[in-house]
């Protein structure tokens, strides 16, 4: 297995993963970033990113609106680039195993290679968590989907369930409602747990009935999907409804199993516990972004993240010169 060596080691490249690594190649050190998929993680899938700190349309000398927001991929690809330009170098394949020996961290990756370093940061973020309802599975890529922005433009007319009711499936059912006028929100409790902001707008959205108390039993088809079992939480009653899809935004799982390996500290929800400087319980390992504990989960907060992890591991590789 051939070996390379860096000065900080970066595990994902979503916004906490390529500030970090922004940060680290300004401070004159060799970073190296793993991804696994493409650059942006969760943020490419964004539709509209409207509460990112200066992302606003831009106007002409008449004050014309001459180019809308960048949307997540767009604002992604620029990060992507940005981070290339100061210096940091990429590596697309998975981290299969990280242990430490002594004071340097050795990552073994997918394509047989591995990568050594004093220090690293995990920004490998989360990915959607399941309803682990029957057909759930079954019906992935058939009808059943995790991404509004990757789907949506199959179920144009269509009707379409909804399940979640945070910010996630508030804005996923805003995008869906500009393509289909048949959408269903469905909760599990009396209120949704979004901002409030994104509570009214969905409220108000004529495109969407929002169905509270409302759970997904089972989800039903030949081919496709073709039909839910809902089940009221309050009365108990239970019903079928046909439907074209269901997009399922239920909240997210940590990817810490590498942390696990380290015997990281982490909460009862799997996310790694860190300090005000991003630094975990072991020395020279730092957590940046949606896989850190008690993180607000927005894209500047994993960016804040990522600079802080960056600056704090390089003041810590310093110290070991």
């Known amino acids: 297995m051939s070996a390379d060596k860096a000065d900080l080691l970066i595990i994902g490249a979503g916004p906490a993963g390529l500030t970090a690594a922004q940060y680290g190649a300004r401070a004159n050190l060799k970073v190296v970033v793993v991804e696994q998929l493409t650059p942006g993680g969760q943020l490419s899938v964004i539709d509209v990113l409207e509460n990112y700190p200066g992302n606003v349309e831009q106007l002409d000398e008449s004050g014309n609106v001459r180019a809308g927001l960048r949307t997540g991929y767009e604002f992604a690809s620029d990060l992507h680039r940005q981070t290339e330009n100061f210096g940091a170098g990429f590596l697309y394949s998975s981290v299969i ?24 940061i995990i920004a490998a973020g989360s990915k959607p968590r399941l309803l682990n309802v029957p057909g759930e599975k079954e019906f992935t890529g058939k009808g059943v989907s995790y991404c509004a922005t990757c789907d949506g433009n199959f179920f144009k007319g269509k009707k379409i369930f909804i399940a979640g009711g945070g910010d996630a499936a508030c804005d996923e059912a805003r995008y869906l409602s ?17 901002q409030k902001a994104l509570i009214q707008r969905t409220l108000d959205n004529p495109n969407i009935e929002v169905r509270l108390n409302t759970v997904i039993r089972e989800i039903k088809g030949g081919v496709k999907v073709k039909s839910a079992i809902l089940a009221d939480t309050k009365s108990g009653a239970v019903y079928e409804e046909d439907t074209d899809a269901v997009f399922i935004f239920a909240g997210t799982v940590p990817q810490s199993a590498l942390a696990r390996d ?48 960056a600056h704090s591991a390089s003041g810590y590789i310093d110290e070991r010169k």
């Open 97 to 120: 195993s990280l242990k430490k020996e002594g004071e340097t961290f050795t990552a073994c990756l997918s394509n047989e290679t591995s990568i050594t370093a004093p220090a690293v």
């Open 262 to 309: 380290l015997n990281v500290s982490l909460d009862e929800g799997g996310y790694i516990i860190t300090d005000q400087k991003m630094a975990t319980n072991i020395a020279g390992l730092y957590a940046a972004g949606d896989i850190r504990s008690g993180a607000f989960r927005q894209v500047i907060t994993a960016a804040a993240d990522g600079a802080v992890a």
């Open 178 to 194: 500009r393509l289909t006028g048949k959408i269903t929100l469905v909760h599990r409790r009396d209120t949704l747990r979004a």
